[in-house]
């Protein structure tokens, strides 16, 4: 788990000067690794590869990047864990390939070395980001893991070289990036909470989608921006919809029993994969389904107990500490566990544009920064049950779309598109308003858009905003086969889960300089999860079930049968309390009018609506809040 970095110039520049860029950019990324730190250029070419090293696996020099190839040819730079290394490693050998050490970045290279960048991503499993360069060809390639685990930004400077690293930190050290503000990102995140690839929060920079490589030549450098479509022009190497499509027309013909014993199996080497660690490790345990089963998971395979971390809150409605430690306590796991009071939050928040680099208000951001620093204090690296709810049907919002998909159904929907008043941003608010909202949907799509939707017309707030087309607007989003609750779990693989959950463990864990792994988005995992018939992910009303019914080998039910309390944050009663003040500074007319992103008039009524209490109004302030502090420290 590490930090990567880069420019490209067109054009030949001197070592030393190259070398210094690419200390600034890593040192910009510091906090993603601090074990070591490496630069490496071609000055003939104008590159620079820089690598912040968060020491896992191999823990000597013999991991050190940025790495070449032993023929000299590739020069590589990787955030990640491939999970197969050993695997890999094995085949490589018969093929003549020798190796210094036991890091799975040699393992990487010599694939790439042996098999072309593409190929090598195909046979690997694990989560990564990765900059490899082609001294041959003079081509290089940018690539991400399958399910969007890690990050990887790019963009062209004002200098025409390409920058490209983890965070947009990376990019921001080059100092011809331009760091104008994109009113079009910007309005995502007042509708998403977040900004999904490929947009980011700077115009001209881009985030590459999960799944997807870049591959760039000296000739699509000299064309610059002007020449890179950021949707069209990266590729896939892995299209999560297609394979999707693919296993949900496959089909699973066994039954219930068959299914739990697959399903164990699958889990049970994904949670093994990712054990394999030359430091110390341990689990996130929230008392949940999902972190409940990877944990058992683990404690089954460890001659030792292992160790498991929780968070707990003075406020009772975000609390499940107490469950979690009568978990850990029936497994047998060595517990730790973090009281925070309202204090220890509020205290984070003026460090969250750090933590996070670009805009991001999904409120969990809080509970899970905090998590992870408690976790790092123990372990380097942590085990987490992400992906369960959107692989296995989690999510109360899916049943609540799908009940209304076939209530309205009944009714004529062309028809009431037209003659239903749009409510505009009141359907937050529920009642009446809600209701009218839902019925001009128009279809399951709508209903799903509307379900995840923060402000509904962002684009009437952000001054010189345009709507951008993500999963949730775009037909060719939905898999086309299976049910329709198949096509919510779609839409939410192709954004909510890449762009808002892993963005938000990537950053609170790397800035604890912590690793975080998730067995449950094993690609092996989740494609056997697509098979699956509704009836065993959704049964008589309980959600997960397939999951549930495998922990029940592991857990009384009692503690299975615990209802889903969510990662949240109390961000009302601190908007009312102890940063009412700090956000009527952020939120004041004369600021917002003065810095030119917001219409201050529709966010004024709505911040007075909530002091005022109308108390939902609070998650539509708090991604304006994000993006006012995190503009304070660009």
Same mark, same amino acid.
């Given at each position: 788990m590490c930090g990567i970095a880069g420019t490209w110039f067109p054009g030949a520049r001197d070592d030393a000067s190259l070398h210094a860029l690419g200390a600034r950019q890593g040192e910009a990324i510091a906090h993603r690794g601090p074990d070591d730190a490496g630069t490496w250029a071609d000055p003939g070419a104008g590159l620079v590869l820089s690598h912040r090293r968060l020491s896992i696996l191999d823990l000597s020099a013999e991991g050190h990047q940025p790495m070449l190839s032993r023929d000299g040819r590739w020069a590589l =730079?990787?955030?990640?864990? $491939?999970?197969?290394? /050993?695997?890999?490693? #094995?085949?490589?050998?018969?093929?003549?390939?020798?190796?210094?050490?036991?890091?799975?970045?040699? =393992?990487?290279?010599?694939? $790439?070395?042996?098999? /072309?960048?593409?190929? #090598?991503?195909?046979r690997g499993n694990g989560m990564l980001a990765l900059a490899a360069w082609d001294r041959k060809q003079r081509r290089l390639w940018l690539a991400r893991d399958r399910m969007g685990k890690k990050p990887l930004y790019y963009g062209f400077a004002g200098d025409g070289a390409l920058v490209f690293g983890s965070e947009l930190s990376a990019l921001r050290a080059h100092p011809a990036l331009e760091t104008k503000v994109d009113p079009d990102a910007l309005a995502l995140l007042l509708r998403l909470d977040y900004i999904p690839a490929p947009w980011s929060i700077l115009r001209g920079v881009h985030k590459l989608p999960a799944g997807c490589l870049l591959s760039l030549d000296t000739a699509a450098l000299q064309a610059g921006a002007s020449a890179l479509d950021p949707v069209a022009t990266p590729r896939r190497w892995w299209d999560s919809l297609a394979a999707q499509r693919e296993a949900i027309a496959h089909g699973f013909a066994g039954g219930d029993q068959e299914a739990l014993d697959t399903l164990d199996v699958l889990l049970r080497e994904a949670t093994a994969m990712r054990m394999e660690a030359d430091v110390p490790l341990g689990a996130f345990l929230s008392g949940g389904t999902d972190s409940s089963l990877v944990t058992a998971m683990m404690q089954a395979q460890s001659a030792q107990p292992v160790r498991s971390f929780s968070i707990g809150f003075d406020n009772l409605r975000h609390d499940e500490s107490a469950h979690a430690a009568r978990v850990a306590a029936h497994l047998g796991t060595q517990h730790t566990e973090l009281r925070v009071d309202g204090q220890a939050a509020?205290?984070?928040?003026?460090?969250?544009?750090?933590?996070?680099?670009e805009p991001f208000a999904d409120s969990s951001q809080v509970p899970t920064a905090l998590l992870?620093?408690?976790?790092?204090?123990?372990?380097?690296?942590?085990?987490?049950?992400?992906?369960?709810?959107?692989?296995?049907?989690?999510?109360?919002?899916?049943?609540?779309?799908?009940?209304?998909?076939a209530w309205l159904g009944k009714l004529p929907r062309a028809m009431l598109a037209n003659r239903v008043r749009e409510p505009g941003e009141a359907s937050r608010i529920g009642g009446l308003a809600a209701l009218r909202a839902e019925l001009r949907a128009g279809d399951l799509q709508g209903l799903a858009r509307h379900r995840v939707s923060r402000w509904r017309t962002p684009e009437a707030v952000v001054i010189g905003a345009r709507r951008l087309r993500t999963a949730y607007d775009d037909p060719a989003a939905l898999p086309g086969v299976g049910t329709p609750g198949d096509a919510l779990m779609a839409m939410d693989m192709a954004c909510y889960l890449p762009e808002d959950i892993l963005t938000k463990v990537d950053r609170a864990s790397m800035a604890a300089s912590l690793e975080a792994r998730a067995p449950l988005l094993d690609w092996r995992v989740a494609s056997f999860a697509w098979t699956l018939p509704m009836a065993m992910k959704w049964r008589r009303g309980e959600l997960k079930w397939l999951p549930k019914q495998l922990l029940l080998r592991y857990l009384p039910k009692p503690l299975v049968q615990h209802p889903k309390t969510g990662f949240g944050a109390p961000v009302g009663d601190w908007l009312r309390g102890p940063l009412r003040e700090w956000a009527e500074a952020q939120l004041s007319e004369s600021r917002l009018r003065e810095e030119g992103h917001f219409d201050p008039a529709p966010i004024r009524r709505i911040w007075q609506s909530f002091l005022h209490g109308e108390r939902k109004w609070h998650t539509h302030l708090w991604g304006v809040l994000m993006f006012q502090a995190w503009r304070e420290k660009l």
């Open positions: =730079i990787f955030n990640g864990e $491939i999970y197969n290394h /050993g695997a890999l490693r #094995a085949e490589l050998a018969t093929l003549g390939h020798r190796f210094r050490g036991h890091s799975d970045t040699e =393992i990487l290279l010599a694939a $790439i070395s042996e098999w /072309g960048v593409e190929q #090598a991503l195909q509020l205290d984070l928040v003026p460090s969250l544009p750090d933590i996070f680099d992870c620093a408690l976790t790092r204090k123990h372990v380097t690296v942590a085990l987490s049950g992400d992906g369960g709810d959107e692989l296995f049907f989690g999510y109360s919002r899916y049943a609540r779309t799908l009940r209304n998909n």
